[in-house]
């Protein structure tokens, strides 16, 4: 199982990025995928998910400007980042459970700053 995230890079405050997720290694079309993130000194913070079913939930920190969707025939998924502020700036990554094991990505740092 693999996961490569890539999309990060420098915004300003109110701008958008999108990240991406391509899976290998697994059927990914049954696999719910999670995304995080994480700033060094402090906990993971779970972002939100989306089920093989494209069923999708968020935490109340990002809900109403981040959007998850999944391409299967990409074995892709993405976050839609809008509207970011500079507590978004963190290490993202994504994270699938295959089996009865959890597989994270190599993380792509987003960094919101004017």
């Known amino acids: 199982v693999q996961l490569q995230a890539s999309g990060g890079g420098l915004v300003q405050p109110g701008g958008s990025l999108r990240l991406s997720c391509v899976a290998s290694?697994?059927?990914?079309?049954?696999?719910?995928v999670d995304w995080y993130r994480h700033v060094p000194g402090k906990q993971r913070e779970w972002v939100g998910f989306i089920t093989s079913l494209s069923r999708t939930a968020y935490s109340d920190s990002v809900k109403g400007r981040f959007t998850i969707s999944r391409d299967n025939a990409k074995n892709a998924a993405y976050l839609q980042m809008n509207n970011l502020k500079p507590e978004d700036t963190a290490v993202y990554y994504c994270?699938?459970?295959?089996?009865?094991?959890?597989?994270w990505g190599q993380g792509t740092l987003v960094t919101v700053s004017s």
């Open positions: 290694g697994f059927i990914f079309s049954t696999n719910a």
């Open positions: 994270t699938v459970v295959v089996g009865s094991s959890a597989y």
